[in-house]
């Protein structure tokens, strides 16, 4: 066998004895959301506007047991799935997940990143999350799946940073050492690391950030083993996540918490350091701003995953800072929003917002039937108040 080949194997047994993720199966639709899997939410985010088309094409490429290929059918109703995983073991869980909340727009292959070209035509929205690391030319799964992208798609992205997973790699190199030539029996390894974080002293500082950080979900021996015995992971920082980015032929969108990569979040004592940091390097903007996402993750190396979205050209972004543009919008709420009506919600990434009464009532206008002229003719708020409304991606806007 190949390399590769070689790698896709143990991957494949290590998920084929510790099916991954491990939550429970339902007989109902998955509780909540996550805002990245609904495609009105995501392509607001992207774009600042609804998309144009609902009976998208969604491929979630290595599904796993399916946790996020269940909320991609449920999350948008109108779309088509397709799940495929390197795990025999896992796809079972996904198939049976999916079918038992009726998750029923859904297909399963047996298919790897580096054949995902055997699937027919191209999609919409790409989600993969937690496997570009786990193998072996990262840089040929994303260039194979960015093939699949269609014109004005999205794909959705999860890797693993190296800063704030630092803990994780010394623990990982101590388990395969001391597994010596038994390493790649995986619940060897899960007993190893279970001895090990139980024989080391409290105040060991591999020990104090798994208890901090870890250790309510490594209590599942399927949580402890892809964290800890992995046989194959590649972290990143900012310089070599955007040699990925670059590599894919697609265009760097955004992270997907945009609030962490914010330099006044450190430095607001310190104006004239954040100065200096918008005056480095390129005029084009493109590598400063990576220059001062690295600057953020040094400064504060809890990065622990980088999460962001890719797109395929054309990407048209909206700008509603015209008065005309906006009045002649449809507005309507954002389906990532839990609380409503009330003037204490929850926004599409579960913070809380507290609304005015006008703003409320506005909101409450935003059934998509009506454009934000025709609204405002009847309640009391302004132009600007709907710009922050747009702001805050309370609500999505389909341009005139």
């Known amino acids: 066998m190949s390399d590769a080949q070689t790698v896709s194997a143990a991957v494949a047994q290590l998920y084929n004895t510790y099916p991954f993720p491990p939550e429970p199966l339902l007989d109902e639709p998955p509780p909540g959301y996550n805002w990245r899997w609904n495609w009105l939410a995501a392509y607001n985010f992207c774009t600042g506007q609804k998309p144009q088309k609902q009976d998208i094409r969604i491929l979630d490429a290595g599904c796993g047991t399916g946790v996020g290929t269940e909320y991609l059918v449920h999350l948008n109703p109108q779309a088509s799935v397709v799940g495929i995983d ?8 996904a198939k049976e997940r999916c079918q038992r909340s009726k998750a029923d727009r859904v297909e399963f292959h047996h298919l790897s990143l580096f054949d995902v070209e055997q699937l027919p035509g191209e999609f919409d929205l790409i ?9 072996s030319d990262p840089i040929g799964g994303i260039q194979a799946l960015a093939k699949k992208l269609a014109p004005g798609g999205l794909m959705h992205i999860f890797v693993y940073g190296e800063l704030g997973r630092w803990e994780i790699q010394l623990m990982q190199k101590a388990i395969a050492l001391l597994q010596g030539d038994k390493r790649g029996d995986y619940r060897d390894g899960v007993q190893v690391g279970r001895q090990l974080f139980s024989s080391l002293p409290e105040n060991n500082r591999i020990v104090k950030r798994e208890k901090e950080r870890w250790s309510l979900e490594n209590h599942r021996d399927e ?13 990143y920082n900012i310089e070599t996540l955007f040699e990925l980015i670059d590599a894919s032929g697609l265009e760097f969108i955004g992270f997907s918490n945009p609030g962490f990569w914010q330099l006044e979040r450190l430095l607001a004592k310190a104006p004239e350091l954040i100065e ?19 600057l953020i993750e040094l400064l ?5 995953h980088y999460e962001f979205f890719l797109g395929r050209p054309p990407i048209t972004k909206a700008d509603w800072s015209d008065d005309n543009t906006l009045l002649q919008a449809i507005p309507e709420l954002n389906p990532c929003i839990e609380g409503f009506p009330s003037q204490c919600i929850f926004n599409y990434d579960y913070q809380i917002v507290n609304l005015s009464l006008a703003e409320l009532e506005f909101l409450q206008r935003c ?3 009506y454009t934000v002229a025709a609204i405002l003719a009847d309640v009391q708020i302004n132009l600007d108040d709907v710009r922050k409304l747009v702001k805050q991606q309370l609500i999505l806007l389909t341009p005139a």
């Open 86 to 93: 390197l795990s025999a073991g896992a796809l079972a869980v």
């Open 127 to 135: 989600n993969c999350v937690g496997v570009l690391h786990h193998t």
């Open 367 to 369: 059934n998509g039937n």
């Open 223 to 235: 949580n402890f083993a892809d964290m800890y015995v992995h046989p194959q992971e590649i972290d």
């Open 276 to 294: 200096r940091a918008n005056q480095l390097s390129d005029a084009s903007g493109g590598l400063r701003q990576r220059q001062i996402y690295r």
């Open 300 to 304: 504060d190396p809890e990065v622990t």
